[in-house]
């Protein structure tokens, strides 16, 4: 029951800015914006959240859209280890995330 | 920071056979505890979320049963694994710090079920 629409796969230069989007145009008021992604054979990862502003983090960048309907993960300089399935979900207090199928993006060398 | 102990990584059982993973969490005390499940080429599942001892919420109707015996041990169970039950089973956690609530969900290293 995922509330977000993404790409099914992405692929990106090394070196290069992976720019991952994410359409929520259901969105709440009250519900954060959350990026995990999930490397092969392993649990996901925790990588960013937001709720209005942009944030950043040793990881990546998140841009939300004024409306907050879409947003934008940005891995600045993507590396090959950066090659995984890229989930975004929308949720009001962490508890219950449904993931949905999520981009999967390949890092090309 | 939180540490999430999953046991066993992989797992064998023939259909028909009983299930017991077990999760076990460090770094934090009260944590909100989940089970996922997620099947071979599919996303994650949300199958149990507790919020405390003994309380236990199921998300979809199923095969699987879960139980908190203590704050920071959670149990999947079931009586009679279906070949349905594959999957990988990750315990994930949203921690409870010196007081404060996050709200990131942290996973553990996840138990890979083949039923034959």
């Known amino acids: 029951d995922a509330k977000t629409t993404q790409p099914t796969s992405m692929d990106c230069a090394e070196g290069r800015a992976a720019n991952l989007p994410c359409n929520h145009s259901?969105?709440?008021?009250?519900?954060?914006v959350y990026w995990y992604r999930q490397i092969h054979s392993q649990g996901p990862q925790y990588i960013i959240h937001g709720l209005k502003n942009n944030e950043t983090n040793e990881m990546a960048s998140l841009i939300i859209t004024e409306d907050r309907k879409s947003s934008t993960l940005i891995l600045p300089h993507a590396t090959l280890r950066d090659t995984a399935v890229y989930y975004c979900?929308?949720?009001?207090?962490?508890?219950?995330?449904?993931f949905g199928t999520g981009t999967s993006l390949t890092v090309i060398p | 920071s939180q540490t999430i102990h999953q046991w066993p990584a992989t797992l064998v059982q023939p259909v028909g056979s009983p299930l017991s993973l077990e999760c076990t969490v460090e770094?934090?005390?009260?944590?909100?505890l989940y089970w996922y499940r997620q099947a071979a080429g599919r996303g994650l599942q949300l199958l149990f979320y507790?919020?405390?001892?003994?309380?236990i919420s199921s998300e979809v109707p199923q095969n699987l049963s879960a139980s908190r015996p203590q704050d920071r041990q959670f149990i999947l169970s079931s009586k009679k694994l279906l070949l349905s039950d594959s999957g990988f089973y990750l315990c994930?956690?949203?921690?409870?710090?010196?007081?404060?609530?996050?709200?990131?969900?942290?996973f553990g290293p996840g138990t890979r079920l083949t039923v034959l």
């Open positions: 994930a956690v949203r921690p409870e710090i010196w007081g404060q609530s996050y709200n990131e969900q942290f």
């Open positions: 770094g934090t005390s009260n944590p909100n």
């Open positions: 979900i929308v949720n009001p207090s962490g508890n219950q995330f449904y």
């Open positions: 507790s919020v405390g001892i003994g309380q």
């Open positions: 259901t969105i709440s008021g009250n519900e954060y």
